[in-house]
């Protein structure tokens, strides 16, 4: 699980909900449910109109994808590579079809797979391009739902305290006071909205953007793995090539294994 995401959600929470109970408010004034009807339903509904049915519904894949990123180990796949390219260097390239049922990534050896096949090196690159392409797009749909769910949720909190307006206005007694506390509690609609789009909404969209970026730079990586190994580079300079992308604490790390 990642801690960054659930601890940054209860973090924003407790500190509003909090700074406004420190001021005298109760938590059953800011619990509407009508205000949360529309907000939630209102969402979820302009979400669906704006994107494709496929898309919406993998949104608990989305949510699980934010939370319980994977971890990537590029230390260990530069060591992998090495050891690859020392393979085929030695005993050729045919030599690492014994290795593929080692290798858990699927990316990873349908590289493998189509050198030891003996596809060319321009075809193995386009294919390799084009998957990380396609799974590109496929990661920036989920980014650009939660992205438009963080725009449609400030509106519908606005729909919503206006319409609290009109019923309260259409229905003002002579009681000030009365009139008051439902005038306040029309804004809730709108206090829910910008809260949803500000500490979930954009905020998964952000994360799903990073958990994007992490994946296309570990399958670059990948991809230049297996183009160096079809090329038939030295080994230690395939392990260089790929040392030089990491950040100097990793790079350190990697020197500590030799």
Known sequence: MDLATILGVILGLSGIFVAFLLEGGTMGAIIQVPALTIIIFGTFGAAA?????????KLPVYLRLACFGRRYDHVGLIEGI????QKARKEGLLALENELEGVEDEFFRRGLQMIV???EMTHVKASMEGELEAISQRHRAGILLFQKM??????????????????TLSAAGENPTEL???????????????LLANLI????SDKLRHR??????????????VLSIHAGENPRAVQEKLL????PKQRGQAAGRK
């Open 49 to 57: 109109v704006g994107t494709s049915f496929s898309t919406l519904v």
């Open 82 to 85: 090495g050891r690859y390219a």
């Open 117 to 119: 096949d003996g596809a």
């Open 150 to 167: 963080g725009g449609y949720s400030p509106t519908m909190g606005i729909i919503g305290t206006v319409m609290g307006l009109i019923s």
């Open 180 to 194: 008051v506390r439902h005038i306040a509690t029309a804004f809730i609609a709108t206090l829910w909205g910008v």
């Open 201 to 204: 909404w954009l905020p998964l």
């Open 212 to 225: 994007h970026e992490e994946e296309e730079f570990y399958r670059q990586m990948l991809t230049a793995g």
């Open 244 to 247: 030089v992308l990491l950040p």
